[in-house]
């Protein structure tokens, strides 16, 4: 990696600090545009004219982008030196963003958003990586932390700020969000961080085979992910195709970072215990991360028909909290073992999940709170200090490489995540719809009854036809029975992410303890 080691450094200087914050603010960006339309797709399928089904390959195209880049991230960065790379990539981010603002069609919000993922991408491993090589270990809790919250409040926020612009000044002007920070994380890096020299030659030496399999390989699978549950999974032939196409890839992926001389993921790393656990908890909490983020906004605007602000302002409370809690986290990890604030974290997260299996109708907005408020206490106390337990034995110029990997596998969780969850739903509402549907038969007088007096208030209130009146009542019927079972579905899923928290929470206390009382672990 070209950029400057801070090991030797007791204290970070002004501009080191300065380099990490703008660093963070390109993270924050970079991750917030990954859900800042999900509020808002409906919308935004109506300004370009395509159907609803078509409106989810705004995201993944990003996501592809997005997961494809980080891991190139530390090659090109030491290829067109750290400053360069990361400078081009703060601008054309914007610059793509914009753009996507101006698109007409499916096709041209698809390519936009997947240059925007892709420039976007880059910003947030090389956040990341600022931190662990412009501070030393003392203070890398501190910048771990404004990582955490790049992480963690980013997505929380996303829908919120999409919502609300969405509802007041249009769908186009989500994109245009980018612009303002961007413009100072430029001007700051382009002060603070050092010129170097490209290395050209770097490229004759390049992974070629192993950048081809993964991109070929990682955009098959997160394709799968995000289009499985509508196409109804490998009961589509397109599934089963991209499916082999993922699998043959990044099985020749994996062959190939093992066996060559200078791969492009160094896998290898995955054998140190630290980081391999920390690696596998990251990727779980990913799961739950991105999960709860998707799971909320689907259950608020599916049972209780909110609108895309509406449900910003619920998912606000998992967010705003984290704001106050996150900066105090690196005082915490200088009195106690990271592990133990990680596992009570995680522990937290998964209460706040547990505390929605019990969902009725009457949950709604307000019902949320509490459980948003528990959800953001635990999410502020995860990713610092897994973060730190992680990279605790992780040489400096192992640095750039490690934040690739983990980086692109947490975002891969969270993909598996959201896909698995989708499907667990729509499973779970089945399941519960046939369950439901046994007992409210004809034969049942409680059943009559309700027929009969949904039948009547029909007739009292405009329905002449008594036949159309009792067709009525029958439909009316059904879609109690349906609504419930979502309801239930949605029950299920909170739990299954609160089950995948507590695996998460269990394994992370099977690292080892990293020095410097369970901070970044200083060696």
């Given at each position: ?10 204290r ?8 990490v ?32 089904d078509?409106?989810?390959w ?46 007409h ?6 390519l936009l958003r ?9 910003l947030i ?12 270990k ?12 790049s992480?963690t409040?980013?997505p ?39 010129k ?10 390049g ?7 993964m ?34 890839f990044?099985a020749t992926?994996?062959?190939i ?9 160094k ?9 391999g ?18 799971i909320?906004?689907?259950?608020l605007?599916?049972?209780?028909r ?18 106050l ?10 009195r106690?073992?990271a ?11 998964a ?12 949950n709604?907005?307000d ?26 034995g992780?040489?400096a ?9 983990t ?6 969780g969270g993909?598996?995540g ?14 519960h ?6 007992s ?7 059943v ?24 009525k009542a029958?439909?009316l019927?059904?879609q ?20 995948v928290?507590?695996?998460?929470a ?18």
């Open positions: 990696m070209s950029t400057t080691i801070a090991v030797s450094k007791p970070a200087s002004m501009k080191d600090w300065i380099a914050l703008a660093g963070m603010i390109g993270a924050f960006m970079a991750i917030l545009n990954i859900q800042i339309t999900n509020a808002s797709l409906l919308e935004i399928e109506g300004g370009i004219g395509t159907g609803v078509n409106g989810a705004i995201s993944t195209s990003y996501l592809i982008g997005e997961i494809v880049v980080i891991p190139l991230t530390a090659y090109f960065s030491s290829v067109f030196s750290f400053r360069r790379y990361i400078l081009v990539n703060s601008v054309l981010f914007p610059i793509f963003s914009i753009a996507c603002a101006f698109a069609d499916l096709g041209t919000m698809i997947g240059l925007q993922g892709f420039a976007g991408g880059v491993p090389m956040a990341f990586t600022m931190v662990l090589t412009k501070l030393p003392v203070q890398q809790p501190r910048g771990l932390a404004l990582f955490a919250l992480v409040f980013a929380a926020i996303g829908p919120t700020i999409g919502g609300f612009l969405t509802e007041n000044y249009g769908w186009q002007t989500i994109f245009f969000i980018n612009a303002v920070p961007s413009a100072i994380m430029v001007i700051a890096l382009a002060l603070t961080l050092e170097q020299p490209m290395q050209l030659h770097l490229l004759k030496e992974d070629w085979a192993g950048i081809f399999t991109a070929i390989g990682l955009s098959a699978l997160q394709t799968v992910l995000e289009e499985g549950n509508k196409e109804d999974w490998f009961s589509s032939p397109f599934i089963v195709k991209l499916s082999i196409v993922a699998v043959v990044l992926f994996i062959w970072e093992l066996t060559v001389e200078k791969p492009l993921v896998l290898r790393l995955l054998k140190q215990r630290n980081f656990i920390g690696v596998a908890v990251n990727v779980l909490v990913g799961v739950a991360l991105f999960g709860t983020v998707y909320l906004p689907q259950y605007g599916q049972v209780q909110y609108n895309a602000e509406q449900i910003g302002n619920v998912l606000a409370w998992t967010g705003l909290p984290q704001l809690l996150i900066p105090l986290v690196p005082l915490l990890m200088k106690f073992d592990r133990y604030i990680g596992f009570l974290g995680i522990s937290i997260f209460i706040s999940c547990f505390m929605n299996i019990t969902l009725s109708a009457d709604a907005g019902q949320f709170w509490i459980p948003n408020i528990v959800r953001a206490v635990g999410q502020a106390l995860v990713l610092t200090p897994i973060t730190a337990i992680t990279t605790a992780i040489a110029s192992d640095a750039a490489a490690a934040s690739g990997l980086n692109m596998l947490r975002n891969l993909a598996v959201t896909a698995s969850l989708g499907t667990i739903l729509t499973k779970r509402e089945q399941f719809s046939n369950i439901i549907g046994q409210v038969t004809l034969a049942r007088d409680e009559r009854d309700r027929l009969s007096q949904t039948t009547n208030y029909f007739l009292a209130h405009g329905v002449s036809d008594p036949a159309v009146a009792s067709k029958i439909v019927l059904g109690i029975v349906k609504r419930q079972a979502l309801i239930l579905g949605f029950s299920d899923t909170f739990a299954v992410i609160g089950v928290l507590a695996i998460a269990l394994a992370l206390l099977l690292t080892r303890k990293s020095q410097a009382g369970g901070g970044a672990g200083a060696h």
